[in-house]
């Protein structure tokens, strides 16, 4: 089974502080993703990455940027956390390619609270 | 025009139910076409996906999809309150990007 770790299931910060929440998967996948999700506005893909040192702009980044210096590890990093980055931010998965074959794995997402 | 619309619910049913969940979208380009499951506390899970027009089945699950009405459904029979869940709805666009609806919350009473 595909499994996507998320290093923290809880994080309190205060404003200002620069935050990283960190991602790894097991499965050799080429594409990882991270979004957030609020009640009422739903998943949002924040940055994207289909290889290493490779990142591509989703929907809602800025405030935010990313790093993938290895394979299976896709960091997301909030500059200067603000109170409006209070989320749920998920990370995914999935094997290189377009189509239903190659679906997204999600982790079980990190809950984080800007002060 | 929001790309992805679905109805947020919360859809109550008792146990037994045949549940439908829906969503509809404005883009021709999305061709295909996923539904995912939502505990609460928890990560989206995979549950069903298709490409063509039609019906999948899948157990309990039947996913429907009309392109021509950009149109998709979900099926469930036999309600269980295991079932209780957010469902959503997700169309793929390029590099396997995902264009998610708000999710529809399914409670099933035993």
């Known amino acids: 089974d595909v499994k996507v770790t998320q290093s923290s299931r809880y994080l309190v910060k205060r404003t200002g502080e620069k935050v990283f929440l960190e991602c790894v998967q097991d499965?050799?996948?080429?594409?990882m993703f991270w979004y957030r999700q609020d009640p009422g506005l739903g998943l949002r893909l924040i940055y994207f990455s289909y290889d290493v040192k490779m990142k591509e702009k989703g929907d809602i980044p800025e405030g935010y940027s990313v790093s993938r210096e290895k394979k299976e590890r896709f960091s997301l990093i909030l500059e200067s956390a603000s109170t409006n980055q209070t989320s749920m931010y998920l990370c995914?998965?999935?094997?290189f390619g377009t189509g239903s074959n190659q679906p997204q794995h999600f982790g079980d997402g990190t809950r984080l609270s800007i002060l | 025009q929001k790309e992805v619309e679905q109805d947020p619910g919360p859809l109550s049913v008792p146990e037994g139910a045949i549940v439908s969940l829906n969503c509809t979208y404005s883009?021709?380009?999305?061709?295909?076409f996923m539904w995912y499951r939502q505990y609460s506390r928890k990560g989206p899970e995979l549950l069903m996906y298709t490409y063509s027009s039609g019906n999948k089945e899948d157990g309990r699950f039947t996913a429907q999809v009309d392109k021509s009405s950009k149109y998709i459904s979900l099926f469930i029979r036999d309600s269980q309150p295991s079932d209780s869940a957010t469902y959503l709805c997700?169309?793929?666009?390029?590099?396997?990007?995902?264009?998610f609806g708000k999710g529809t919350m399914l409670l099933v009473s035993p």
């Open positions: 997700a169309l793929e666009g390029g590099y396997s990007t995902l264009t």
């Open positions: 883009n021709s380009a999305f061709q295909y």
């Open positions: 499965m050799d996948h080429e594409n």
């Open positions: 995914a998965s999935s094997l």
